[in-house]
């Protein structure tokens, strides 16, 4: 579906990222920060079955021409309902139902079931960026009014986007996520000594159960991995959905399978292997990498071993990421494990509007309370670090 703009530029709606072409998609993509927003990986999320309308994941995607050069886009779904999103919205779900107004359907900004800060919308640098983004955004307005949609919602934003959106009429919330940021650390000992005595040692007796348990670690990126070993991330995934995260197990199969063809350089598998055994790991954490940041995405093992989960979604990843030269590590969600190894709560926002004035008025009126207290939260979790005094106070001021 496409609408000519009176700038001379051509808007479109897509119902697949296919029909865009990942050339220049890719154009705009690869130069961020995240790998997130490329198109490979938002690609293979529908191809394989896994954001699609089927699971309440309609690709709903926006693009900005002039003639046959894309100069804007967005990654864009309307969902029916929030599971995936990490951004917990329900509450404002529950308002909308007490107020007599629908919630669902919403259009949604993100990677799918990706809760790592960095999306925004993709921009030529050699277009007119405000121009493109108020195109854009009158676009969404439009097609959210039209078809009576309750809200637009952008999670996990990147903070100088976000600013760019605050000004254009977008209400910010404040989440928190946990980083681990390197502080020029010359080897996994040297990143010890940010923690007090007590925890020294409770890294270092976790550490050591993973060896008496007779595990072999191995990182491996890119082309190091087999071809045979993309299968098998789905497995170490299923598990640990089906075990702990009942309901949540949104990416299929096929999506890992695929990742092999056209994104394995990104991918980064920390295996562990029983001993004389190369070829069959019994416990896997799955990571991307781009420059000089790397994200953790999922785990699993075949059995319980004592502290394995510790060793291959931190302190493995860690010990790769200071010899790597990496700067930023984001584990993924959650934190109850995370800020007890070196985690620190870390601020991350989300972009709202509603549509309706109601619900848009309460928003305002109540966003800088709900941002309050979750800083309060922040910095609660951040005085509680098991850091020496001098690394509490750096983990305080980031």
């Not at 697949?16 to 920060?33: K, N």
């Not at 562990?272 to 954490?285: K, N, R, T, W, Y």
Request: hydrophobic letters at 35%.
């Amino acid at each position: 579906m496409a609408k000519s703009h009176s700038s001379g530029l051509t808007v479109r709606w897509h119902h697949a990222l296919a029909e865009i072409p990942q050339p220049q998609w890719d154009r705009l993509a690869v130069p961020l920060q995240t790998p997130f927003l490329e198109w490979h990986w938002l690609n293979n999320l529908e191809t394989s079955g896994s954001a699609v309308r089927n699971t309440g994941w309609q690709p709903c995607h926006l693009t900005v021409w002039q003639g046959e050069t894309l100069l804007g886009a967005a990654a864009l779904y309307l969902k029916g309902h929030s599971y995936g999103e990490f951004v917990f919205d329900h509450q404002w779900a529950d308002l909308a139902q007490r107020l007599g107004i629908d919630y669902y359907p919403k259009l949604l900004g993100m990677a799918p079931f990706t809760p790592a800060e960095g999306y925004r919308f993709l921009i030529d640098p050699e277009a007119n960026e405000s121009l493109v983004t108020q195109i854009m955004v009158e676009a969404i307005d439009h097609f959210c009014q039209t078809n009576q949609i309750s809200g637009c919602n952008f999670l996990f934003v990147d903070r100088q986007w976000q600013k760019q959106m605050e000004s254009l009429g977008f209400t910010s919330w404040l989440h928190h996520s946990y980083i681990w940021q390197n502080q020029n650390f010359q080897d996994f000992d040297d990143y010890l000594q940010i923690f007090n005595a007590n925890q020294r040692r409770n890294i270092k007796r976790e550490r050591k159960a993973v060896q008496k348990a007779g595990l072999r670690i191995q990182v491996l990126q890119g082309n190091q991995i087999p071809h045979h070993f993309f299968p098998a991330i789905y497995r170490f995934y299923s598990n640990t959905c089906d075990k702990f995260y009942w309901g949540s197990k949104y990416l299929t199969k096929k999506f890992f399978q695929s990742l092999y063809e056209d994104y394995r350089a990104r991918v980064v598998l920390v295996l562990a292997f029983p001993e004389h055994d190369d070829q069959h790991p019994v416990g896997l954490s799955f990571c991307l990498r781009k420059g000089d940041r790397l994200y953790g995405r999922y785990w699993g093992s075949l059995a319980d071993y004592d502290c394995l989960h510790f060793e291959a979604c931190y302190y493995q990843p860690i010990q790769w990421a200071i010899g790597e030269n990496i700067q930023l590590f984001d584990p993924g969600a959650g934190g109850r494990h995370k800020r007890r190894r070196g985690f620190p709560a870390t601020a991350n926002y989300s972009l709202h509007r509603f549509y309706h004035p109601k619900m848009q008025q309460i928003l305002q009126i109540y966003i800088d309370e709900i941002n309050a207290m979750e800083q309060a939260e922040i910095d609660a979790i951040n005085q509680d670090l098991p850091f020496s005094r001098k690394e509490v106070s750096l983990a305080l001021e980031q």
